[in-house]
């Protein structure tokens, strides 16, 4: 009976803000904040429910890759009725320009796993050049489908991310681009920039995004760059945690 009325609590939950992490190294400085924490299990995602500050939030561990992002984020929403969504942890760097801890907000977000090809005969070989991006649609009205090469951030959260004091680096507006994909060849990292315009690579902000933009609910993307190919090829796990206090000092500085 106490669980059945827990999940009842649960679903009439209405939060401030979802805020996800895919791995929990990503996590760890969100959830040690929250106060009154509650953890819940939906399936095979886990949600901490509590506060921070003035605010209820509620933490998500998404897991890792499109599969997990969407249906955490799906979840999440219709769970706990978030007014808004920010996806934050670790990303690799695509532009050339960002260093290691450089912190990118994202203006937009976009898939750059999705292409189509044109034909190409046997033996020809592999060429980028035959490839172009697909354009996600969502029937937003329902009745038309709406195109977006890229899912946008919500411009408040974009003003409140850049009102937060920084120090290991530089705070940067940008694309983040995500896809199942970790790329460490340069020449691909060189076209998929050309291409899709993206300056991070991660595996779940364009799908959280997406699945927030069919949903009606602000999002914001914060990626910290814990690798570059171009400067920095090792990956600085600690930047999890970086990210994460980030977002906390963002949390309690919103009004």
Known sequence: MRVAIFFVA???????????GAVDQELAPLVAALQGK?????????????????????????EVGPINAAAATALGIERFHPAAIINQGMAGAINPDLA???????????D???FSAEHGNLGAGIDPA????LIHRLRLDGVKRTAFPSFPGDARLIAAAFAVKYQRGKVRKGNVGSAFQYNRELDRIQWMRKTYGI?????????SAGV?????????????????????????RIAGEYCAQFTLDLIRAMR
């Not at 290691?100 to 976009?110: H, M, N, R």
């Not at 300056?199 to 902000?205: G, K, L, N």
């Not at 927030?212 to 600085?236: C, K, Q, Y």
């Open 130 to 133: 035959r490839w172009t991006p």
């Open 112 to 114: 750059y796993g999705a």
């Open 38 to 62: 509650q953890e819940v299990h939906v399936a095979a995602w886990t949600f901490w429910i509590g506060r921070i500050g003035t605010r209820s939030v509620v933490i998500s561990r998404t």
């Open 212 to 236: 927030a933009t069919g949903m009606s609910v602000p999002f914001l993307a914060v990626r910290i760059v814990s690798d570059s190919e171009w400067s920095h090829p090792n990956l600085e």
């Open 100 to 110: 290691l801890w450089d912190i990118v907000i994202g203006e937009k977000a976009t």
């Open 199 to 207: 300056d991070t690579e991660d595996m779940e902000s364009a799908f």
């Open 10 to 20: 649960c679903r009439l939950f209405s939060a401030d803000l979802l805020v996800q």
